[in-house]
């Protein structure tokens, strides 16, 4: 990348940075609670070593790499919140994605090389369904903060967007609709693209990743004419103008 966008990268990760660490020390109950949910997996429990969790494979990330794709997951699970990782998309589902980049070669992405990999808030639940639960609970400040958590992580992306200057992919827009758990995040992200056309047409919805969705979507929806490329870019900007009226 080009100095300017080395700057602007480094800016934005020093702020995702300081979105976590405040959240961590707003929030000092939270992994109490996460821990109840992670207990009630009977054999599936398992100890909750990071609340709020930062994405430290932007750490590798050097002035020489070339980033081609930033990637929006949901939030981090198991995995990612080990202390032996704190990196997004390692699980199930992470799996998935480095399989569908290697099967598809021809979209040129390395998905451990070329993808910035964010989420829509970096508060850890054992599956994402349970931050429901979470904003349920009798706590005003909990409820607060994991809304504030989504609306820093879409200025996050805008800013990192701004930077890079490459195609986003937002995954599991289902819970991003009225009434999901994500309604705030998606709120955030049409004031934010709604003033930058240009930006819109980098911006792309797709299924998640888990259980196979998105690559089921994908093959569903292709057309015996299209790359992979050009299905992706069709079925994204379809799913974005109707989560997002964009």
């Known amino acids: 990348m080009n100095q300017e966008s080395w700057n602007g990268f480094k800016k934005s990760r020093k702020h995702f940075q300081n979105i976590v660490d405040k959240l961590s020390r707003d929030l000092p109950y939270l992994k109490d ?47 990612e919140q080990a202390k032996e990782n704190r990196r997004y998309l390692i699980g199930p589902s992470g799996k998935i994605a480095q399989k569908f980049f290697r099967d598809n070669p021809a979209l040129g992405i390395d998905f451990s090389k070329n993808v910035l990999i964010l989420n829509k808030t970096p508060v850890h639940s054992p599956r994402t369904i349970e931050l429901r639960e979470l904003c349920r609970m009798d706590k005003v400040q909990l409820f607060e903060a994991l809304n504030k958590s989504q609306i820093d ?25 009225k009434g999901g758990i994500f309604e705030v995040y998606t709120e955030k992200i049409k004031e934010l693209y709604g003033k930058n056309r240009e930006k819109n047409k980098q911006l792309f919805l797709y299924r998640h990743f888990s259980m196979n969705q998105f690559t089921i979507d994908l093959k569903k929806q292709a057309l015996a004419e299209e790359t992979a490329a050009k299905t992706l870019k069709r079925i994204g900007s379809v799913y974005r103008k109707r989560i997002l009226d964009l």
């Open 33 to 79: 609670i996460q821990q109840e949910f992670a207990d009630k997996r009977s054999e599936k429990s398992y100890t909750v070593e990071t609340p709020v969790v930062y994405n430290t494979a932007l750490d590798d990330i050097t002035i020489n790499s070339e980033i081609k794709l930033i990637l929006v997951a949901d939030n981090p699970g198991r995995r």
């Open 153 to 177: 992580m879409a200025s996050l992306l805008y800013d990192f967007h701004e930077a890079l200057n490459c195609p986003v992919w937002i995954t599991g827009y289902s819970e991003m609709k």
